[in-house]
């Protein structure tokens, strides 16, 4: 069963740090480029970062450019997103998904296969 799982969401204040993971079960992420997108209620979901399965390239928003990092490790077929410097616009369910190309899009209409999203709050 193809399956994506975020973890590591929570509260965090102001300034604080997250750790996201996005494990993957039922296929290898190795050719898969990975997206992690954002959203909250009421708001379209929103692109946060993507890196490629070719070269690891990688986009960010621009909202999060300098404060968040997305690396892959294949050979535990997970994804991770460092956020750093939390805002409290950061706030959202995050969600990871899998497109099966070698580059990674902003677009969430491209992607294959979505987990379920985890849920960051920023508050003091």
């Known amino acids: 069963q193809v399956q994506l799982v975020e973890s590591g969401g929570g509260l965090v204040q102001p300034g604080g740090s997250l750790r996201l993971s996005c494990a993957a079960s039922?296929?290898?992420?190795?050719?898969?480029?990975i997206g992690w997108f954002r959203q909250v209620p009421g708001k379209e979901r929103e692109g946060v970062s993507c890196?490629?399965?070719?070269?690891?390239?990688?986009i960010y928003a621009d909202s999060v450019k300098g404060r968040f990092t997305i690396s892959r490790d294949n050979a535990k077929n997970t994804v991770y997103l460092q956020m750093n410097s939390l805002k409290p616009e950061d706030t959202a369910v995050y969600y990871c998904?899998?497109?099966?190309?070698?580059?990674?899009?902003?677009?969430?209409?491209?992607?294959?296969?979505w987990g379920r999203g985890t849920q960051v709050t920023v508050s003091s």
């Open positions: 998904a899998a497109d099966y190309d070698y580059y990674c899009s902003e677009n969430a209409a491209d992607y294959d296969y």
């Open positions: 039922g296929f290898t992420l190795d050719y898969y480029g």
């Open positions: 890196i490629s399965s070719s070269d690891g390239s990688t």
